[in-house]
């Protein structure tokens, strides 16, 4: 089933959830840059995506992340997903 957010809410949801967890402000996440050079660490991908999960209230495999990884290449992915 493919969710009925947008690629722009998850970009912000993704930037949001990120930007507590690194503490530091929403504009200082780049949607654009690589997780890693964020500072996001493989446990905090996973709970990304876990937490992700949650919020879209459909299954997502642990390692999407790894396979998608900045916010925006995610958001797309996940915003065209058709699961």
Do not use: N
Request: proline share 6%.
């Amino acid at each position: 089933m493919a969710t009925d957010k947008g690629e722009a809410e998850i970009t912000a949801w993704c930037v949001a959830h990120l930007a507590k967890g690194l503490r530091r402000p929403a504009d200082k996440i780049d949607p654009q840059a690589k997780f890693t050079r964020l500072g996001v660490d493989s446990a905090m991908a996973v709970y990304l995506v876990a937490e992700l999960e949650e919020w879209l209230g459909r299954e997502l495999p642990p390692e999407l992340a790894f396979e998608y990884p900045s916010i925006a290449t995610l958001a797309r992915h996940l915003a065209g997903a058709q699961d």
